[in-house]
């Protein structure tokens, strides 16, 4: 097979690939406002996307699996659009919270019930780690092109703090029921802020 051949293969396959996993990740996304999680059987998911049992453990372990999956493939087009551009590195580094909280309060009205108690806390178990990963990486970017030299506190530490506070505060706001986006993110900058400010030299 020609290099040129090899590459088509490659490109088709990655195609499939993204076909099948957006297939499935659609699937569950229509269940999810249909039903509760909890209620949600694998069967369901392959008989609504059109694909078969075999093919679907290639890309995934289980329903768990998918649903992170997919709020992973979600969270990062959110973030993407999400941060500021200018500022010191404490202030982009927070600058995620506001989009998702908005992004979140568009979808949140019934959310709750269809997610049910468990696949909540799944949601925001992987929305606590996808952040983690997502803070390091723009704190170590930042680091590196202000010249900054290391953060005070590892930045897998701090990442973990603020990630965590996030989620502390978006079960708050959605427990409570009331506010804006820009109500709770207020309160979220009021208490990263002064950390990542002692974090960084």
Excluded: C, N
Excluded at 57 to 77: E, I, N, P, W
Excluded at 122 to 128: E, G
Excluded at 154 to 169: G, K, N
Excluded at 178 to 201: I, N, T
């Amino acid at each position: 097979m020609t290099p040129s051949a090899e590459r088509l293969t490659d490109e088709s396959t990655d195609r499939r690939i993204q076909r099948t996993r957006a297939l499935l990740h659609e699937a569950l996304g229509s269940l999810i406002r249909e039903k509760e999680y909890d209620r949600i059987s694998v069967a369901e998911i392959l008989e609504r996307a059109k694909v078969s049992r075999s093919t679907f453990y290639v890309h995934f372990r289980d329903k768990d699996d998918l649903l992170t999956s997919s709020m992973r493939a979600l969270l990062l087009g959110v973030l993407s659009m999400g941060g500021k551009a200018h500022g010191d590195i404490a202030e982009k580094t927070a600058s995620f919270s506001l989009p998702l909280l908005t992004h979140i309060h568009q979808h949140r009205r019934s959310a709750k019930a269809r997610l049910g108690d468990r696949g909540r806390a799944i949601l925001h178990d992987h929305l606590r780690r996808v952040l983690s990963e997502w803070i390091v990486e723009t704190m170590e970017k930042d680091l590196e092109r202000q010249r900054s030299g290391r953060s005070r506190i590892a930045p897998e530490l701090l990442a973990r703090h603020i990630a965590s506070t996030f989620v502390l505060v978006l079960h708050w706001w959605m427990d409570q029921g009331v506010g804006s986006p820009a109500e709770a993110d207020k309160l979220f900058q009021a208490l990263v802020m002064p950390v990542l400010r002692a974090g960084h030299p």
